[in-house]
């Protein structure tokens, strides 16, 4: 259910970020147009009204995007789709480098809000719903839009910005799995909600959000499993991240994308068993970072020699 670049096409690059963005855009925006075109007198705003939208959504994705760079992280692709964006991002894995490079997103948008709600106050106040009626319900929308945004992603709900923001903060008492364990869970609830909503107010974009929550909570609940039994499993004493130290774990815990299945890659020597597939690097489970797997191996440990005391003195 996550989107990909699969039919999307480049708008441009920037800071390193690659924008992309799916046809079926286009499709929504049209839909979205017409059903609000006795909104204006012109379809021209509400054409502008779309391009607004544009423009909040890719600014609250770019905000995650520079926070992962910021702290370290890989974040070069966005990809903008009917229900929103998608920065890729991947952050250290550390709770505060999530939290930082998960809560910016949001953060872009309590920026923009005094702006917003500035605009509609001078509107209001200097007569535009009379004088420039169209202005005015241009400047109103572009408030509902960025509250609303804003409001809809900090919901507590996995993979929400709300529910990644509370994995987060949940990571620091509970742990990686466990944390992510939780806000699956919370996610589920959220499911039902969305999907109660759905039939009160008969949307199918409810319907539609939902299935991609409920295929997302799904997904983070089998990656905490898999964590969680990672964390437990004996390790491979032979070996240790080359970043972090981290000693990696004995079981079926990388993935091949050409078979689609999983091994050990250290008992194969980043070779899939499956199929051949030869893998330059190996990532590590606990930083994330990636590095061949000759730099894995341990140096042969050295036994120091035996220190021997220097000789009593004679008693006299």
């Known amino acids: 259910m996550m989107p990909t670049r699969q039919g999307s096409f480049h708008l441009f690059r920037f800071a390193g970020i690659d924008v992309f963005m799916h046809w079926s855009w286009f499709l929504v925006a049209a839909y979205e147009i017409s059903t609000r075109s006795a909104l204006y007198t012109s379809p021209l705003w509400n054409a502008l009204e779309y391009v607004a939208l ?46 930082w490079s998960i809560a910016a997103g949001p953060l872009v948008n309590v920026v923009l809000l005094p702006f917003t709600v500035l605009l509609w106050w001078l509107s209001k106040h200097l007569g535009w719903w009379q004088t420039m ?26 993979p929400l910005d709300g529910g990644q923001i509370l994995r987060s903060l949940l990571w620091f008492p509970l742990g990686r799995a466990r944390s992510l364990l939780v806000v699956s869970g919370i996610g589920f609830v959220g499911v039902a909600g969305l999907f109660a909503l759905a039939f009160y107010a008969g949307s199918i974009w409810y319907v539609i959000m939902a299935v991609f929550i409920l295929m ?15 964390a437990a499993a004996p390790r ?40 051949g597939a030869q893998f330059a690097v190996t990532s590590c489970l606990d930083c994330g970072k990636a590095h061949p797997i000759e730099e894995w191996s341990l140096p042969p440990q050295v036994t120091p020699s035996p220190i021997v005391p220097p000789p009593l003195p004679p008693r006299q």
């Open 216 to 230: 997302s909570c799904m997904g983070g609940l089998l990656q905490a499993r898999t964590l969680g039994r990672a």
């Open 133 to 158: 009626p169209n202005a005015h319900a241009f400047i109103l929308a572009l408030c509902y839009m960025n509250f609303g945004l804003l409001f809809f992603n900090l919901l507590p709900i996995y």
């Open 236 to 275: 491979h004493t032979g070996f240790a991240c080359p970043d972090c130290q981290a000693v990696p774990p004995q079981g079926d815990f990388w993935f091949c994308p050409n078979c689609k299945k999983n091994f050990d890659t250290f008992l194969t020597q980043a070779a899939c068993p499956n199929c």
């Open 54 to 99: 544009f423009m909040i959504v890719l600014l609250h994705e770019f905000g995650h995007s520079l926070a992962c760079k910021q702290v370290g992280g890989v974040a070069n692709q966005i990809v903008l789709w009917p229900l929103g964006g998608i920065a890729y991002v991947s952050p250290p894995l550390r709770p505060g480098a999530t939290l």
